[in-house]
């Protein structure tokens, strides 16, 4: 970490756990990950500093890419209905028997999603930092919530805000919002890449209501998809990702920032798993992009991420979260 103590404790007992190489963004060169004996958070040791991390972001990365995100017009159609019944304003005013079958489809979309949707809450003011292109603010905005994002990239803030979404093209440190004023606040897989993930989440803090919710989706340091994988785990994103965090320590750095965590989900994402045999493939063979690879690896991963997430031990968590 090149530093002392620990960022988010501020324990003084940061060991080394282990040297990875880098895969996509940083092929062949290798960095330490340090431990934190305090809190158990795992860092990237980068030496050199935090920003020159935005050199390795290529310039096609997929949550800047427009393109990545084009899909057939019927599952956009089927999937905002789902949404909106689901999710949308009425979702906690139907009766017992249709409430039981929304809570059940709405824990099944936030376990297999790459983002979880939330009832809708208070007045449906929700703020996502590190919003990328917009879709998943978009998405909400089609069931009724007023959305507001964060994308310090400008390529993927300017395209939001040519889709109509309030969009601050700005790093979250520097973006001014009121206390107290949204009703959700969401971050997905973005957390993991901050400098300093404890003033974010202290100042995500202050601009959420008393009685709001605080969502976060992160790769689970603790997954068995790392232990097997090894470097190749889709979740490492080195030198991308400077801290990674298990179930464990997600709780306590949200704790020491003055959140109290609500419940954590372990997903059913096979498309990770996928990603993490692909890296292997592509670094054995020196093959990429092949379809049929990709299919059959995504079928090999169903069985495995459903265990995965029954054994809690599942790729990627989400983390509800409110006020303590």
């Given at each position: 970490?090149?530093?002392?103590?620990?960022?988010?404790?501020?324990?003084?007992?940061?060991?080394?756990?282990?040297?990875?190489?880098?895969?996509?963004?940083?092929?062949?060169?290798?960095?330490?990950?340090?431990?934190?004996?305090?809190?158990?958070?795992?860092?990237?040791?980068?030496?050199?500093?935090?920003?020159?991390?935005?050199?390795?972001?290529?310039?096609?990365?997929?949550?800047?890419?427009?393109?990545?995100?084009?899909?057939?017009?019927?599952?956009?159609?089927?999937?905002?209905?789902?949404?909106?019944i689901v999710f949308?304003?009425?979702?906690?005013?139907?009766?017992?028997?249709?409430?039981?079958?929304?809570?059940?489809?709405?824990?099944?979309?936030?376990?297999?999603?790459?983002?979880?949707?939330?009832?809708?809450?208070?007045?449906?003011?929700?703020?996502?930092?590190?919003?990328?292109?917009?879709?998943?603010?978009?998405?909400?905005?089609?069931?009724?919530?007023?959305?507001?994002?964060?994308?310090?990239?400008?390529?993927?803030?300017?395209?939001?805000?040519?889709?109509?979404?309030?969009?601050n093209c700005i790093?979250?440190?520097?973006?001014?919002?009121?206390?107290?004023?949204?009703?959700?606040?969401?971050?997905?897989?973005?957390?993991?890449?901050?400098?300093?993930?404890?003033?974010?989440?202290?100042?995500?803090?202050?601009?959420?209501?008393?009685?709001?919710?605080?969502?976060?989706g992160i790769p689970?340091?603790?997954?068995?998809?790392?232990?097997?994988?090894?470097?190749?785990?889709?979740?490492?994103?080195?030198?991308?990702?400077?801290?990674?965090?298990?179930?464990?320590?997600?709780?306590?750095?949200?704790?020491?920032?003055?959140?109290?965590?609500?419940?954590?989900?372990?997903?059913?994402?096979?498309?990770?798993?996928?990603?993490?045999?692909?890296?292997?493939?592509?670094?054995?063979?020196?093959?990429?992009?092949?379809?049929?690879?990709?299919?059959?690896?995504?079928?090999?991963?169903?069985?495995?991420?459903?265990?995965?997430?029954?054994?809690?031990?599942?790729?990627?968590?989400?983390?509800?979260?409110?006020?303590?």
């Open positions: 970490m090149g530093r002392e103590q620990c960022p988010i404790c501020g324990d003084r007992n940061i060991r080394k756990a282990g040297l990875i190489e880098g895969i996509k963004y940083s092929h062949g060169e290798r960095f330490d990950l340090m431990r934190c004996s305090g809190c158990g958070v795992v860092c990237t040791d980068t030496q050199a500093g935090t920003d020159f991390i935005f050199t390795y972001y290529p310039e096609n990365y997929k949550p800047h890419d427009p393109n990545i995100y084009r899909t057939f017009h019927v599952r956009q159609t089927i999937m905002k209905a789902f949404r909106a949308g304003k009425t979702g906690r005013k139907s009766r017992l028997f249709m409430g039981c079958i929304k809570r059940f489809f709405s824990l099944l979309y936030n376990k297999t999603a790459y983002r979880s949707v939330p009832f809708f809450k208070g007045n449906g003011i929700l703020l996502d930092i590190g919003c990328g292109i917009g879709n998943y603010l978009k998405q909400l905005q089609d069931i009724g919530w007023t959305v507001y994002g964060v994308e310090p990239v400008e390529k993927a803030a300017v395209f939001a805000q040519d889709s109509g979404l309030s969009v790093r979250f440190e520097q973006a001014e919002y009121p206390e107290r004023f949204f009703d959700v606040i969401t971050m997905w897989h973005v957390l993991e890449h901050f400098s300093d993930p404890k003033e974010v989440l202290q100042k995500a803090l202050k601009m959420l209501k008393d009685d709001g919710l605080f969502l976060i689970n340091y603790d997954s068995l998809d790392r232990r097997i994988f090894r470097k190749y785990w889709n979740g490492y994103e080195i030198p991308l990702h400077l801290y990674h965090f298990t179930s464990d320590s997600i709780r306590k750095a949200l704790a020491i920032s003055g959140f109290r965590c609500k419940k954590v989900i372990y997903t059913i994402r096979p498309t990770d798993m996928a990603s993490s045999l692909e890296n292997c493939f592509t670094s054995v063979f020196n093959k990429k992009g092949i379809p049929f690879i990709r299919t059959l690896f995504l079928f090999i991963s169903i069985p495995f991420s459903l265990l995965f997430s029954v054994l809690k031990r599942s790729s990627i968590i989400v983390v509800f979260a409110e006020k303590g």
